[in-house]
């Protein structure tokens, strides 16, 4: 499967399916230099087959986890790729989950004003999600892709087989957004995960998640309107992973939680959340308001007291609804359980 992301001024395709990653061989050159970029958990034979596909490259590991999108991280890659004699023309690929992601996309648009790269996304977040739309970035202290660019990719190969040794707490984590695609955009996505063998239509999901996606992103490149819907449980979602130290809970079970507290409709906030224990994602998590809610004042997403946030109303339809921050606290406080 095929979908192709045209934007204003660039387009790429995105390739899903089992061994897509075989694709690359057509998009690699003998003449350019290839950076690839991954962690040390991705599997070494995964590593070893992207790198068969490059004449000349190069393989730098940084360690696994939100950590290393920090300053520290980047400042490293980049001094690695100044030694390795990256020009701009050549490439940077990008071999991993979100992090990987989002830490070699923001390296690819800032090393020399801009090099190319290309993403293998090897975890459901970064396949439903993070390795299209453009946003790279970087974390400031404690504050979340603070530090970022538009910067797309030049092509995408989502492989479902490399996601065989992701563990199952990953690939449950990284559907919620997929999960949050549905109840925003296609109540028919959504559907699915009230089946209980959900799982085995894991490539319908993707593929659908990506149309949601593909279709907010070309309307709403740079996030002036629609695409802020992508943020739909993100506000809190966030707060609760920063108030966590970005350790405890992974970001899709944050964003899951986040989407609770913005469900306009009861019944439908039961469902999700029975929806939500039944990926065992986890649902009850406590923390302390005033904690959060000062995180998320910090968020960047924060225009002066008010913040857009996203609400749904029914599944497969969301708005966007600027609320003052003792709003936001008050819809926590309605059904929340203080640490
Ligand atoms: N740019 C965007 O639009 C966007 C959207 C959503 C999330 N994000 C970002 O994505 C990040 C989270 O992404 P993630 O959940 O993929 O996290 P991740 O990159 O940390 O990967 C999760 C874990 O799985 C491991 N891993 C990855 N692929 C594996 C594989 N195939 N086999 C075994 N282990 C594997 C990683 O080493 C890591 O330990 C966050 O930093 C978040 O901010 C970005």
Redesign the pocket.
């Known amino acids: 499967m095929e979908i192709q992301i045209q934007l204003q001024h660039k387009s790429y395709p995105i390739y899903l399916g089992n061994h897509t990653i075989d694709k690359l061989q057509a998009y690699v050159s003998d003449e350019k230099k290839y950076f690839i970029l991954t962690?040390t958990?991705?599997?070494e034979s995964l590593v070893r087959q992207v790198q068969s596909y490059c004449k000349q490259s190069t393989i730098y590991k940084v360690e696994?986890?939100?950590n290393s999108?920090s300053f520290a991280t980047y400042k490293a890659v980049c001094e690695a790729c100044l030694a390795y004699g990256m020009q701009r023309s050549d490439v940077l690929i990008a071999l991993?989950?979100?992090?990987?992601?989002?830490l070699g996309g923001f390296v690819a648009s800032s090393y020399m004003r801009g090099i190319s790269f290309m993403s293998i996304p090897?975890?459901t977040?970064?396949q439903i999600?993070?390795s299209i739309?453009g946003?790279?970035?970087i974390n400031l202290d404690h504050v979340?892709?603070i530090i970022g660019a538009f910067y797309h990719p030049d092509a995408v190969f989502i492989d479902f087989t490399?996601?065989a040794?992701?563990?199952k707490r990953?690939i449950q984590?990284?559907l919620v957004?997929a999960l949050k695609a549905g109840l925003i955009h296609d109540a028919s996505l959504y559907e699915i995960f009230k089946q209980p063998d959900y799982m085995d239509q894991l490539e319908t999901i993707v593929f659908k998640a990506l149309l949601v996606k593909k279709a907010v992103v070309e309307q709403d490149e740079k996030e002036s309107g629609l695409r802020k819907t992508l943020n739909f449980g993100h506000t809190i979602g966030h707060g609760i992973e920063a108030y966590y130290d970005l350790k405890t809970y992974?970001?899709?079970e944050c964003v899951g939680l986040g989407m609770l507290y913005f469900l306009e409709d009861q019944k439908l906030q039961e469902q999700v959340k029975t929806i939500l224990q039944h990926m065992q994602i986890p649902v009850d998590v406590p923390f302390e308001i005033s904690k959060v809610m000062q995180i998320i004042a910090k968020d960047k997403k924060a225009k002066q007291t008010h913040i857009d946030v996203v609400r749904v109303d029914q599944p497969g339809h969301a708005y966007i609804q600027p609320l003052e921050l003792s709003e936001i606290q008050a819809l926590i406080e309605r059904s929340h359980h203080e640490k």
């Open positions: 962690d958990n991705i599997p696994p986890g939100e999108k991993g989950g979100g992090v990987i992601g989002d090897t975890t977040l970064s999600d993070s739309g946003k790279v970035a979340k892709n490399t996601l040794t992701l563990p990953h984590s990284g957004e992974y970001h899709g």
